[in-house]
T-cell receptor, first 115, second 113 residues
């Protein structure tokens, strides 16, 4: 079945450590996104990529980095510069709809906690 | 900046009743609106969408209403079931920024048996 796979489901980070969250999609979508979700809040955009080898900062990019070397993959690295990384991280992708509009499809998230 | 918001953070509904979840948006250039359902520990799941050239769209047990005059969006769920218990988000984007969705904070719907 087509979909978005995020791994791991749970991740723990030590002080000063970088961690990488995986996101893979087999929907043949061009655009991919990373969001952060904190308890009781909506989704906030970290980074997005509209095409391979290109990505843009979202609203809260500080302390995060991404790469987009393949269409199917959009890994997110949470660096040690991100001082409050504990959150639920969601990856999404979007295909080309009419006029570029269309719903984003989400994975089931990675919950990151600090040790 | 522009924002999307929901009127109430929580909604308690008796099983079998209809649910109405509301959302106000502030970006008058918004062209496309989506409702998502998020169950605990999972990612948001697409429910239904509507474009700004429509004021109503129906799906299976769900109806979305769009009032562009007052910038208001609502999701109606008919005959609410226990499986409808979740957090519901509205999201919007515009033609000029079609790469980006803006999300409200969500409404938590609890279905009482």
């Amino acid at each position: 079945d087509g979909g978005i796979t995020q791994s791991p489901k749970y991740l723990f980070r030590k002080e000063g450590q970088n961690v990488t969250l995986s996101c893979e999609q087999n929907l043949n979508h061009d655009a991919m996104y990373w969001y952060r979700q904190d308890p009781g809040q909506g989704l906030r955009l970290i980074y997005y990529s509209q095409i391979v080898n290109d990505f843009q900062k979202g609203d809260i990019a500080e302390g995060y980095s991404v790469s987009r070397e393949k269409k199917e993959s959009f890994p997110l690295t949470v660096t040690s510069a991100q001082k409050n990384p504990t959150a639920f991280y969601l990856c999404a992708s979007k295909g080309r709809g009419r006029m570029g509009l269309g719903a984003q499809h989400f994975g089931d998230g990675t919950r990151l906690s600090i040790l | 900046g522009e924002s999307v918001g929901l009127h109430l953070p929580t909604l308690s509904v008796q099983e079998g009743d209809n649910s109405i979840i509301n959302c106000a948006y502030s970006n008058s250039a918004s062209d496309y609106f989506i409702w998502y359902k998020q169950e605990s520990g999972k990612g948001p799941q697409f429910i239904i969408d509507i474009r700004s050239n429509m004021d109503k769209r129906q799906g299976q047990r769900v109806t979305v209403l769009l009032n562009k005059t007052v910038k208001h969006l609502s999701l109606q769920i008919a005959a609410t079931q226990p499986g409808d218990s979740a957090v519901y988000f509205c999201a919007e984007n515009g033609v000029l920024e079609n790469y980006k969705l803006s999300f409200g904070a969500g409404t938590t719907v609890t279905v009482r048996a």
